[in-house]
């Protein structure tokens, strides 16, 4: 994907043929056919729907959001107490801080049909209008900058509990396109995000597949060893908070990057060439690197870093493990979120307001003790698996970077599709 010297954004392979002509989205001014509107009068903003109390319903809670991801991946089935009712084709944002600022919203598109299910109080839920708005086109509109950041600006509340402020969200003016171009433009970003969705999947059917095999090697053996038979785990670095800024080229890996296996490597702090002067090169971060959260609620989450070119350094509490067989780090990484691994993280870390892992505690945890020839054989074998996952990853990061530039050009009509 290039953007050409006539201001023509040339897209990628696989697109569908009929979104675009001759394989492009043209760049030129919105149409008279554009129109202004209140965000309320555009969507329903937690529109109403029944269902009664004490009924077992599907649930989707806050930790069902990931960042920036259009799929919710599960659901609950709990009794309703309370909280946002919503259906099939609504858009959940969440209201909270720091919820809203990592990206938590989605498109709901996991009940059967006509079924009302519900989430937490800490949502609002935007559904389309008819014959004015499009449920896709609502989504991609919601986390646009155009709705997103009107929404964490109204934010209002203590230090850690801001909420954002629903009337002055329902008050935003925006210009959107007509249906037929708003539907367009929801199938290009969709077509996006669908490509990401079955790598994600893709990805979760090589874990099952390395799962398996590590399940198998593990089975009835004695845990008379510790993972640093496989790894070292390699602090981070304590960089101060003067030293963070807003753009640059080196980027700093925090805790609150890492989240269910992955690790996001775009919305992160920056920080000079004159900073990382001074800092070792054993805290720099290759694709392929395991992260480790080793403080607070994120204790113990891990993530895999996809391929890229960006420089990555490894900030304070949060660990990098470094390997002693090709492949090994992967070994640790299926033990350690095992059930087994998850226990054992829980029982060793300490504090009880703030958790804490040290490098020595993640290195303690017992093994299997494997002869060398069987540790640097099955993680080869893993090593195989999750090159995969690490190919799989780097598109993923392609793809997402790919629709967050286009995002709010074809919101605010900056580029058009060509209908």
């Not at 839920?125 to 989504?139: A, D, G, P, Q, T």
């Not at 249906?179 to 490509?195: F, G, H, R, Y």
């Not at 996001?264 to 054993?282: E, G, N, P």
């Amino acid at each position: 994907r290039h953007i050409d010297g006539k201001g023509k954004v040339l897209f990628c392979r696989g697109m569908s043929e009929e979104l675009m002509e001759n394989g492009e989205l043209i760049v030129e001014n919105r149409g008279s056919a554009w129109r202004e509107y209140k965000l309320d009068d555009f969507a329903r903003i937690n529109p109403t729907e029944r269902l009664p109390k004490g009924i077992l319903a599907k649930k989707i809670p806050m930790e069902a959001l990931q960042p920036f991801t259009k799929k919710i991946s599960l659901y609950l089935n709990e009794e309703y107490k309370g909280g946002v009712k919503f259906r099939n084709g609504d858009t959940v944002m969440a209201r909270i801080t720091p919820s809203l600022e990592n990206g938590k919203t989605s498109y709901v598109d996991i009940f059967d049909d006509d079924e009302t299910g519900f989430g937490s109080t800490e949502f609002i839920v935007l559904r389309e209008r008819e014959n004015i708005s499009n449920s896709h086109f609502l989504y991609y509109l919601t986390i646009s900058p155009e709705v997103r950041d009107i929404a964490i600006l109204s934010m209002t509340g203590s230090s850690g509990r801001q909420r954002v402020q629903t009337d002055v969200v329902k008050e935003h003016e925006l210009i959107a396109p007509p249906l037929p171009e708003q539907k367009a433009i929801a199938d290009v970003l969709s077509a996006l995000d669908d490509k990401i969705d079955l790598l994600h999947r893709q990805n979760k059917t090589l874990e099952q597949m390395a799962e398996t095999l590590y399940e198998r090697w593990v089975s009835d053996k004695e845990y008379d060893s510790s993972i640093k038979d496989l790894v070292n785990i390699q602090n981070g670095y304590a960089f101060k908070s003067k030293d963070f800024q807003e753009f640059g080229s080196d980027r700093i890996l925090k805790i609150k990057n890492i989240s269910r296996c992955i690790v996001d490597i775009q919305i992160t702090d920056f920080v000079s060439s004159k900073t990382i002067a001074k800092v070792d090169d054993r805290f720099f971060i290759n694709e392929g690197d395991v992260l480790f959260a080793m403080t607070g609620a994120k204790i113990g989450k891990m993530g895999i870093i996809p391929k890229t070119e960006n420089p990555l350094w490894l900030n304070q509490r949060v660990g990098l493990f470094k390997e002693k067989y090709k492949g090994a780090r992967f070994f640790a990484y299926l033990h350690l979120k095992s059930d087994w691994g998850l226990d054992y993280i829980e029982n060793t870390a300490t504090g009880s307001a703030q958790p804490n892992i040290s490098r020595t505690g993640i290195e303690s945890c017992e093994f299997p003790k494997f002869g060398y020839d069987e540790i640097k054989e099955y993680s080869e074998q893993l090593g195989l698996l999750f090159d995969g996952v690490i190919f799989n990853l780097g598109k993923i990061h392609t793809l997402q970077s790919l629709r967050d530039t286009l995002l709010p050009k074809l919101m605010s009509g900056e580029v058009r599709v060509t209908q």
